[in-house]
Structure formats: C-alpha cells, structure tokens
C-alpha cells in the first residue's frame, strides 16, 4: 500500500495569508488559535491567582510578619486576596482553561468539522474574555481597594459600600464577571450547536469521544445555570449604584435572595468545571492502556 | 473515630452531629481503602510485561454495566444512610426548640457580639433589659438565642456545642442549645462581614444554675444603681 502524502503544516500566519499581526490574531476566527488565546488568558490569570495564594498562605503561616516580594498584609487586604484569588482561580482559570482552550481546540479536530459553528462569535467570546480579564486587574489598583466581599459576595455586606469600603472595587468585580458569563454563554451556544450540527458523516452522537460529550454537557449545565446568577448580579450592582434595595432587608429586601440566585449557578458551576477535567482523563488513560474506555455508553448517561 | 480530636462537645446534641461526621468519616474510608486499593493492585498485577496481552472488555450492555452500577447503588445506600443520620441531627437542632429555661437576645454587628437579658419581669420589650458583651447560661438547662443582626450577614458558632447559625439581617433567628459542663467557650463569628471579622468574638460562659443566678442578681443591681446614679446627676429640669 502506498503512503499517503502527510498534509502539509502551515504556520497561522501562512494560513491566513501572512496578513499581519492584527488579522492573524486578534482577528482570527480559528478555534485553534482562539483555544490557545483562552490558555494564554487562563495561564496569565492563573499566574496572578497563584501569587495571591502564596500571600495568603504566607500570611496564615506567619501572620503579621512582612511578606517576601511584598511587605506587610494589612486585614482588608487579606480579604481582598481571598476574594479575587478565588474569583480568579474558578472564572478565569479553569474555565478559560478547561472550556475555552481544550473544547474550542478538540471538539472541532474529534468531530471532524472545520471550525466551530460559529466562528465570528468565538471571536466575540475570547474579546469578551480578555475585557472581563481587564476589568477584574483593573479592579485589583482602584483607590477604595479590590473586592474584599468574598467570592461569593454575599449582601449586605457587598451591597452597601459602607460595610466593606470598597466602591469601584466592588463594581468593576460585578462587571467583569458579567462579562466572563456572557462569554462562556457565547462559547457554550457554539459548543452545542457545532457538536449537534457539525459532526462529520457517520459520526453519530453515540460515536462521539467522551470529551465532546462533557464538554458539551459541561456547556448545557452552564447555560441552564447561569442566568439566575446574571441577574441577581445586575441586582447587586444596582443596589451599589443607584440605590434600589434588591438584598437590603432595611428597605424590604432580602440577603437570602443573593444567596439563591449565587448556588442556584454555584453547584452546578463545580460540575462545569469537572466534568471537562474528568473527561481529559477519560480520554488520555485509554491510550496509555491501549484499549477503549469501558463502559462508554454508562459514562455518557 | 475522627470526633476525637473535635473540640471536647459539651452539649446535649453535640453527640448526635459527630455521629453523622463519624459515620461519613467511616464510610468514605472504607470506601477509599478499597478504591484506591483497587487501583493499585490492578495496576501492579495487569502492568505491561513482555508477553502479556491485553484483554478489551467494552463495558456495553447490562451485564458489564453493572460493574459501574452495583458499586453506584452502594454509593446511593450509603447516602441514604448518612441522610438519615443527618436529618435526625437536623430535626433535633434546627427543626425543634425545646422549651427553654431563660432566652437571651444575641445582636451581632460589626465587629462585636451584644447578648441582651430580659427583664427581671422576663420580659425583652419593658426597658429593664441587661445587655452583655459576655453571654452567661446555666448549664443543664434549654437556653433559646433570638439572633439577630444590625448590618451584614454574621455567624454565631461554638465549637464545643456544635452550634453554628447565621446570623441574617431582615430576620429573628432563634436558636437553642443546653450546656452539659461548666466553662468559658469561645463564641467566633463565622461569616466573613467586613475587615474585623476576625476579631468579631465573644465568651460563653456556663455556670451551675446557682451561680449564674447569683450573676443575673448581682448584674440587674449594679444596672439598678446606674440608671439611680445617672438620674440623680442629670435632674430632668436641671
């Protein structure tokens, strides 16, 4: 039998013509590009996050002592570094990384499609990522310091600026993970619809590697879960800024209410990001074992 | 068991919460032993050597699914067994108040505790309220908290009883407990709510019922003779 000619590799740049910088990156609609733009944000992020958790630790260990690469701790800060370590880790590390870098990069190369259904709003998701990314360091320099309501931002102490002295801090936190929603709601949508559309001829959805099948299930969790979350936190900004008193028991409101619409996204949110994570298992233990995984069919149910 | 080395439980409930962790801690490690256990033999007995071929077992159909399945009936049995445990416990602190022997008022705020005393005529609502930065009880007798919070979400928690209750804004929690020895707890507030949340703590102290009376005793007269002092000092049409 003859060798089949192997394809030729080209660079991103050759692929697209050698149009510049701007056009063969922030321009690209191509999920291999747009997967590793999702593992460079993830990758930075993590490296922020990993920082703060060393302060942390440090912290615990020697309390009062200055910091190595540091100095001194004071308490607000400490909060402030527990919440946006936390924010970080879980919004824009590992699902940026477990979603946005492995599903866009796989879920097209195991199906056999070209690209992802819907190439310019992938685009849209890794710039709305990389804003979100912003807003939330940006948030870290404000003057009234960085979110310190914990991740989980529970009012009234994260509704009334008095009660944490943060303003900006708070807001741009809100802000940024508004954005980090829309984002992965824009890339769950294209997950979906190219897993169910695109899958190549004979490819039927009991023929899927199990990495498509969780990372798109990993999608439909999030976005049957997220909306509530979406809302209560434009709730909570609106509490900050224009005074309305969603979560302020004072004027009728209820801090419960917070506390429903967060899990309500926060427990199905753990099973985002696990799933992705077990399914790269499920994917590299059988080719290291050298057969198939058993029970495929029992996984997918 | 893993109690053991919990704070010593002072409290008539505190035995059947450590019975829930317990029997979780028991059931997990089991589990894992044998989990983990697995994992290694197999890997050991059915590693890669020269001459060793390796047998493919798809896993499909019923017969070969019940190798994920059985094991996922026992998870679900031993669920429903740590559920019970739990709801037992759950129904006793949270889901019954027991008439109580004397109820106490607890205002959290940032950052202090505030335990406020009824009346000598028992009541909260006359004006002749005692209010404490420590909270005393009588030991062997049901106590009542009415937790309530004058800004953020806070969270009463003493280890030893095993009581951990959040303290909400908007609501009138009410909590109880009965001590079973005499000493001095740590109350700490377990609810992040602001830059001295870590400092936000307070003391419990259990007495035999005849020394706390002679508390309450002593505390309501010194009160009387302040409120007498500040009257005299300050005449109304002075």
């Keep these: 039998m003859e060798a089949q000619a192997l394809p030729k590799i080209v660079t991103v740049e050759e692929s697209h013509g050698g149009a510049g910088f701007l056009r063969d990156y922030v321009f690209s609609t191509d999920h291999k590009v747009i997967a590793k733009q999702y593992l460079a944000v993830g990758l930075l992020m993590s490296l922020i996050g990993g920082f703060m958790a060393y302060l942390i630790r440090v912290e615990l260990a020697w309390p009062g002592k200055p910091l190595l690469g540091w100095g001194f701790i004071p308490p607000a800060s400490y909060l402030a570094l527990v919440t946006m370590h936390g924010t970080i880790m879980v919004f824009f590390v590992a699902m940026p990384i477990l979603l946005g870098a492995f599903g866009n990069f796989l879920i097209p190369l195991m199906i056999g499609a070209k690209d992802m259904a819907f190439p310019r709003l992938n685009m849209l998701s890794i710039w709305t990522l990389v804003v979100a990314s912003t807003l939330l360091i940006v948030s870290l320099l404000v003057p009234d310091g960085a979110a310190s309501a914990g991740w989980t931002g529970y009012p009234p102490l994260s509704a009334v600026p008095a009660y944490t002295g943060n303003y900006w801090g708070i807001n741009l936190w809100l802000l940024a993970l508004a954005l980090e929603f829309s984002s992965f709601l824009m890339g769950g949508i294209n997950f979906l619809t190219t897993a169910i559309n695109l899958r190549a001829p004979g490819m039927t959805l009991w023929r899927m590697p199990l990495l498509v099948w969780l990372e798109i299930t990993a999608s439909a969790i999030f976005l049957l879960s997220v909306g509530p979350l979406v809302a209560g936190s434009v709730m909570l900004l609106l509490d900050r800024i224009v005074g309305t008193s969603f979560y302020n028991p004072a004027h009728g409101g209820d801090p419960l209410l917070w506390q429903h619409l967060f899990w309500f996204f926060g427990h199905p949110e753990v099973y985002v990001i696990a799933l992705p994570a077990i399914a790269i298992m499920m994917e590299i233990l059988p080719v290291f074992a050298r057969k198939p995984i058993f029970g495929y069919r029992t996984i997918v149910y | ?238």
């Design chain 2, 1 to 238: 068991m893993i109690s053991a080395w919990f704070p010593a439980n002072v409290s008539t409930y505190g035995g059947q919460i450590d019975h829930v962790i317990n029997l979780i801690f028991v059931i997990v490690a089991i589990r894992f032993v044998l989990a983990q256990g697995a994992i290694i033999y197999f890997a050991i007995r059915y590693r890669r050597k020269p001459g060793s071929k390796a047998y493919y077992v798809h896993g499909e159909g019923l017969r070969q699914a019940a190798w994920i399945l059985v094991p996922a009936l026992l998870v679900l049995v031993c669920d429903l067994a740590i559920d019970a445990a739990g709801g037992r416990a759950w129904e006793t602190v949270k889901g019954s108040l027991p008439p109580p022997s004397m109820a106490v008022q607890v205002t959290g705020k940032q950052f202090a505790w505030l335990f406020t005393y009824p009346g000598a005529d028992g009541r909260f609502d006359t004006g002749k309220t005692l209010t404490e930065d420590t909270l005393y009880v009588p030991v062997g007798q049901v106590v009542h908290i009415v937790l309530q919070s004058d800004d953020v979400i806070h969270d009463f928690f003493v280890p030893e009883l095993r009581l951990k209750q959040d303290v909400v804004p908007g609501r009138k929690i009410t909590a109880w407990f009965e001590v079973t020895k005499p000493g001095t707890y740590e109350i700490a507030c377990s609810q992040l709510c602001g830059p001295a949340h870590f400092g936000m703590k307070a003391r419990l102290v259990a007495e035999s019922p005849a020394d706390y009376e002679k508390w309450l005793k002593s505390e309501r007269t010194a009160a009387e003779k302040k409120t007498a002092r500040v009257a005299t000092a300050n005449p109304v049409n002075g």
